[in-house]
């Protein structure tokens, strides 16, 4: 089934304006490139009605309606996809379409973006959406004391105006060719405007293809079919619920016994089982996912490069390939971009394992030996308490003793991460290396979790977004990798796919790889079989 719209919208520019045309959304295109086929549960035209429930291995008590606030699979899928809509939206292709947008359109050397909004959208409630909600919608994130993970994607935004009803205009600092790819972020979905001004997310109304029947954090939500959807044909089910199982062999459990017809995060260590499963598919997606342990680079031990150093050469990659993900991840450099994404290199010296690597910089330090505090939880990452464990291991040969704190899957992602000065975490990756380095690396950004601050690297950041020479972009990419590479606080070890399982009863296309459960769009996107 081909992703149409209602409407004869479409991405409408010129070449000479939007930077070259085609040549300028490298990054934004170059996604597909990582997206594998995914083995299909059935091959089959879609199917209308039916009930189906995805087991979620992340989830919170602390989850809000907020947009701002959203962190995980559970955020992203049962709110984000499913219940709201963007502006933007990422296909399965890895290419970027307009959705609650019709068309959009960069002019000025790509620092003025117009979005013509989709005629016919509505909010659950019946309300037409207007420039209003959207302009609402990104102000929300764009506050002064805003802690959206958002806000460092709409730094770059000067001005966010209505030109009537229908037309929004979006003025940025500088050129940006990524900027409608970043609109697709599930933090900026569109969601109402009050009357008086703001945002009103509290009340339960988006305009995405479910409807929100019930809402418990840390457990799960449960959504109807919206009929008056502005995407003909869609959704295919009738009802969609998204329940939260941390516990993986919960979560097996629930799908061989068709309780959940979706599970993500398979554990490695059970991919063999559930291949013998007559009922059971497996879903392989590749993807820019990486894992990492993380340093906070402000405080001690950590704000000294050389311990930063001696931990990257303390740590058996290989090791780690072959007994956590049993040969399914790709080894990583200490480098977030992972190889398929356009613009990525591996950077030098390559980080392996050597001990007296690790001794000499510990030397340098000031110290013969380390005692450091590791926060892990199994909700982190891809065997990320198994991970530690075997770190914790290597990293003692070179005279580092690892303390291995166990931390409560739930309040994971908002009491222990971006709080405590190393932890393990599992990044979804981001479909651009602009968007990656906003959200995660740049100076002050409400999600980087190592506090880095590096003034070459800023600079490369907004020198890099509004560049129009392909090759010159490369090089200031380059360079910026190479900075994180030699001197950032993430020790990144494994790029991995998204393991998955489904019922064969389950039925979907090409399965996009930017975010989790087809690009968090699988409610929308997917189908039962009879």
């Known amino acids: 089934m081909s992703e149409r719209n209602k409407g004869t919208g479409r991405f409408q520019t010129s070449r000479r304006e939007f930077l070259g045309g085609a040549a300028a959304l490298a990054g934004v295109a170059g996604v597909s490139s990582v997206l594998l086929k995914p083995r299909l549960a059935k091959a089959a035209e ?81 309300k037409d959406v207007t420039s209003k909600d959207v302009i609402e919608s990104m102000r929300h994130h764009m506050g002064k004391d805003s802690q959206s993970a958002a806000k460092d994607i709409l ?69 109807k079919r919206n009929p008056n959807y502005h995407k003909d044909g869609k959704p295919y089910l009738d009802e969609v619920e998204f329940i939260v199982i941390v516990d993986g062999v919960a979560r097996t459990n629930a799908l061989v016994t068709d309780e959940v017809q979706y599970m993500d995060n398979v554990d490695l260590k059970t991919l063999n089982m559930l291949k013998r499963n007559p009922d059971v598919a497996m879903q392989l997606v590749a993807s820019p996912r990486h894992a990492s342990f993380d340093m906070n680079t402000q405080v001690e031990p950590f704000d000294n490069n050389d311990v930063r150093l001696a931990l990257k050469y303390a740590i058996n990659r290989e090791e780690i390939l072959e007994k956590i993900f049993f040969g399914t991840a790709q080894l990583a450099n200490d480098n977030p971009l ?43 990452a891809t065997g990320a308490v198994e991970t530690a464990a075997l770190f914790k291991e290597q990293a003692a040969r070179a005279g580092i003793e690892v303390n291995l704190i166990r ?45 880095f601050s590096h003034k070459r690297f800023n600079e490369l950041l907004v020198a890099a977004r509004a560049e129009i020479d392909q090759a010159k972009r490369a090089v200031q990419y380059g360079e910026m990798q190479q900075i994180l590479h030699n001197e950032g606080g993430a020790i990144v070890y494994a790029f991995m796919n998204y393991t998955n399982a489904v019922s064969k009863k389950v039925g979907f296309n090409k399965v996009g790889g930017a975010f989790p459960l087809d690009n968090g769009k699988a409610s929308e996107r997917w189908w039962l079989n009879a």
Not at 420 to 446: H, I, M, N
């Open 338 to 380: 992972a190889p398929s994404m356009p613009f990525a290199i591996d950077p030098q010296p390559r980080h392996a394992y050597n001990i007296e690597k690790a001794k000499e910089h510990l030397e340098k330090a000031g110290y013969k030996t380390l005692k450091i505090d590791l926060s892990v939880a199994d909700g982190a």
């Open 407 to 451: 931390e409560s899957d739930d309040g994971y992602w908002d009491k222990v991460w971006l709080k405590k000065p190393f932890v393990s975490c599992g990044y979804f990756g981001r479909p651009t290396p602009d968007w990656l380095f906003s959200q995660f690396y740049q100076e002050g950004a409400a999600w980087n979790a190592t506090h």
């Open 155 to 223: 730094t770059q935004v000067s001005s966010v105006e209505a030109d009537g009803d229908d037309t929004v205009v979006f003025k940025l600092a500088s050129g940006s060719a990524d900027f409608p790819v970043m609109l697709a972020d599930w933090h900026l979905a569109v969601m109402p405007a009050k009357s008086e001004g703001g945002l009103d997310w509290a009340a339960k109304v988006g305009t995405g293809p479910f409807l929100l029947e019930q809402f418990e954090p840390g457990v799960g939500a449960k959504l």
């Open 46 to 126: 879609p199917t209308k009605g039916g009930f189906m429930k995805f087991g979620l291995g992340q989830g919170s008590q602390s989850d809000s309606l907020d947009p701002a606030t959203w962190p995980s699979t559970f955020t992203l899928t049962a709110l984000g996809g499913s219940m709201c809509n963007n502006l933007t939206e990422i296909l399965p292709d890895g290419s970027v379409a307009p959705d609650l947008a019709e068309s959009f359109e960069p002019s000025e050397g790509a620092t003025k973006w117009v979005f013509k909004l989709r005629q016919g959208a509505t909010f659950h409630n019946g």
